[in-house]
């Protein structure tokens, strides 16, 4: 949705530029009517107050863009280009295909907006788009806005929406959107998206069916490269039941406790799979080879025991403030560790670690913060010496 809404706000400033020099003249009545509406605040009145605003809202975008953080880091050279505003005054085409291709879509450290305004954004921003491109699709998009309004017409009985009632009112009318002009969506945009969080979700209408499964022969279907278990998962099976019901033998402590592994612990470790017919010797090698290291391997069956984790993790959390999705973000790290042993800091960047922000620990802390969290993670994954 992000990635969205930064190629249609870019697509509007390139179908604005196309209009200058030579922009429509003013509809003074328009104007007039747009004013009421407008707060002390200065909001665009003109398309190229619009044009100005959208290039100095993409341009804060991707000046918080973090070019440490390993996604934004390839593309270091555009991102750095871009978060100079002077970059925005004049756009060429080379400009837009580098800014749609290599920009949108990178995560930046602005604070996350939830899902049902970042639509209503997309909704208007089509809805200018098809202004200036004369299409057929602004009826439609014009009917969804009204009937958005009308849902919140419900909702009067809120402060918020009795403030911008007036509005809401008029946008239901067919005098409102006769010759309506891009600056009057942007303010009406900018009026409601905050409210619209407020409209229920529509309830889905359940689904159903009936019909009757018919079973035939029971044939052997034949996949190639696939086999139903191979040895190696099943070595990984037996190993894990093994090594989760032993987990006071001291070596297996020491994996959960994240304590100092020596040699001979290793080779403590290849005797206890070895002698309890847990896999062969190729089982072992291929272990090492995939986990670099048996002790990895091992501890990504058994898990970190939970309060080491919990002590690590309380080092970054000291001293800070923390607001209630950096907190929840954190106890995901400790679920994580305590089921898996050890982690990448790249998997901070996938689900579910994202479900909490697209942008993973860079939309939730500071460049310095997430730098301290990868180093508490690492000294989690530094415990054992090979030989």
């Known amino acids: ?18 209009r200058q020099p030579g922009n429509p003249p003013i509809n003074t009545a328009k104007l007039s009517q747009l004013q009421e509406y407008q707060s002390a605040s200065k909001e665009p009145s003109t398309d190229a107050e619009l044009r100005q605003e959208l290039a100095n809202l993409l341009n804060t975008e991707v000046a918080a863009m973090n070019t440490e953080n390993f996604i934004v880091r390839p593309k270091q050279r555009f991102v750095e ?50 202004i200036l491109r ?52 942007e303010v009406l945009r900018k009026r409601l998206r905050g409210l619209i969080k407020l409209i229920e979700k529509q309830k889905r209408q359940p689904i159903y069916t009936d019909f009757e499964d018919v ?23 037996k190993a894990r039941a093994f090594l989760r019901s032993h987990q006071d033998h ?74 209630s999705n950096q907190i929840e973000f954190v106890n995901m790290i400790v679920d994580y560790l305590t089921a898996h042993g050890a982690m990448d800091a790249a998997i901070l960047y996938e689900s579910p670690f994202t479900d909490i922000t697209p942008q993973g620990p860079d939309g939730l802390f500071t460049s310095t913060q997430v730098d301290e969290l990868f180093g508490c993670i690492s000294v989690l994954h530094i415990y054992q010496v090979e030989s």
Request: proline share 2%.
């Open 1 to 18: 949705m992000g990635q969205q809404l930064f190629t249609a706000r870019l697509e509007l400033i390139g179908e604005l530029d196309k």
């Open 81 to 130: 280009k871009y978060a100079n505003s002077a970059a925005w005054a004049s756009l060429s085409s080379d400009d837009f295909m580098e800014l749609s291709q290599e920009i949108a879509g990178l995560p930046s450290q602005l604070e996350t907006e939830t899902e049902e305004i970042k639509r209503f954004d997309v909704l208007m921003l089509k809805l200018q788009l098809a």
């Open 134 to 185: 004369s299409d057929s699709m602004f009826k439609r998009l014009q009917e969804q806005v009204k009937s958005l309004a009308g849902m919140l017409e419900e909702k009067s009985a809120i402060p918020f929406v009795q403030e911008q009632l007036a509005l809401i009112h008029d946008v239901q009318t067919d005098e409102w959107w006769q010759d309506v002009t891009l600056p009057m969506l």
């Open 215 to 237: 079973m035939g022969d029971e044939i052997i279907v034949e996949l190639p490269g696939f086999t139903a278990l191979d040895n190696f998962e099943k070595f990984r099976a």
């Open 250 to 323: 001291v070596v297996i402590f020491k994996l959960r406790t994240n304590k100092q592994l020596t040699p001979s612990d290793l080779s403590e470790l290849e005797k206890i799979l070895l002698e309890n017919k847990l896999g062969v010797e190729e089982d072992i090698d291929r272990a090492k080879e995939e986990a670099h290291g048996l002790g990895l391997f091992v501890r990504s069956l058994v898990g970190l025991d939970r309060e080491v984790a919990k002590q690590e993790l309380a080092k970054f959390i000291s001293g800070k403030n923390l607001n």
